[in-house]
């Protein structure tokens, strides 16, 4: 079995990139007549994008109902918030496990999901708790560092307490 097979079969984000440069250095003079190999390769490159995308939204979604968990006032959805956190999770762990490199890129693409599910808790916050929005922006400083670490998203039995 080749090496790309292989690879295919363990990493399927690093192959659609793997495969992508290698059609972009087939030399010219060697492509068959009319293969659009500069097209080819952005559409697997793009299936790759897209499965890094998800990622991305999943570790934005896990993010953003933790914080509902830690400070949302409305707290009669708790168990809601909780099952949504523990689908995602499943969701996010099957796309790393078929894409171990995207494990790795993890600590690159939280810090973006990051401000995004503050600013969505924040805008939330607004209209349902004006009074404690801007409590919680202050704590949830857009400068500081994420408020969980990538290992409390990653870890299936992390949870936040309620708030008090």
Sequence with gaps: MPDTAR??????YAWTQDQAARLRAWPEHL????LDVEHLAEEVEDMGGSQRRAVQSHLRLIALHLLKLEFHPEQSYRAHWIGEI????DTLSTELRDSPSLRARCPELYPDAWAKARRAL???????????????????SAEEPPHYDLAC???????PSPPA
């Design 7 to 12: 690879l295919y079969d363990r990493d399927w």
């Design 122 to 140: 924040l805008r939330e916050l607004a209209e349902a708790a004006p009074e404690r929005h801007r409590a919680i922006a202050d704590l949830l």
């Design 86 to 89: 523990a689908a995602f999770r």
């Design 31 to 34: 492509r068959p007549n009319g």
């Design 153 to 159: 998203i990653l870890d299936e039995d992390w949870y």
